[in-house]
Nanobody, 122 residues
Framework: QVQLVESGGGLVQAGGSLRLSCAAS????????MAWYRQAPGKQRELVAR???????NYADSVKGRFAISRDNAKNTVYLQMNSLKGEDTAVYYC????????????????WGQGTQVTVSS
């Protein structure tokens, strides 16, 4: 019913920057929280950053001051600007959106993107 398509991952040197994008499409009435998670090999998926529909943000301690999450509600898109990248940021990054559906928008579901690989070389 809803698709999340991520883009912007890739290989970057330590200290470099990347910008991830995630666009939601499909049967959308409204989107509440949008978030970025990541999963490194052999580790559990962890929250990186999230942003509410009103623009309130939260970050994992490990990325505070380096990453910035933002969204364009008109485009149903969330972004993650990643600066000063480190080797430990290497992971598959997933976006997540909490979406309600037409016609009433009274039922909410979580949707995930397929993931995009970010590799930081030292």
């Amino acid at each position: 019913q809803v698709q999340l398509v991520e883009s912007g991952g890739g290989l970057v040197q330590a200290g470099g920057s990347l910008r991830l994008s995630c666009a939601a499409s499909g049967r959308i009435f409204s989107i509440d929280t949008m978030a970025w998670y990541r999963q490194a090999p052999g580790k559990q998926r962890e929250l990186v950053a999230r942003i509410t529909s009103g623009g309130n943000t939260n970050y994992a301690d490990s990325v505070k001051g380096r990453f910035a999450i933002s969204r364009d509600n008109a485009k149903n898109t969330v972004y993650l600007q990643m600066n000063s990248l480190k080797g430990e940021d290497t992971a598959v990054y997933y976006c997540k959106a909490v979406v309600s559906h037409p016609p009433h928008g009274s039922i909410w579901h979580d949707y995930w993107g397929q993931g995009t690989q970010v590799t930081v070389s030292s």
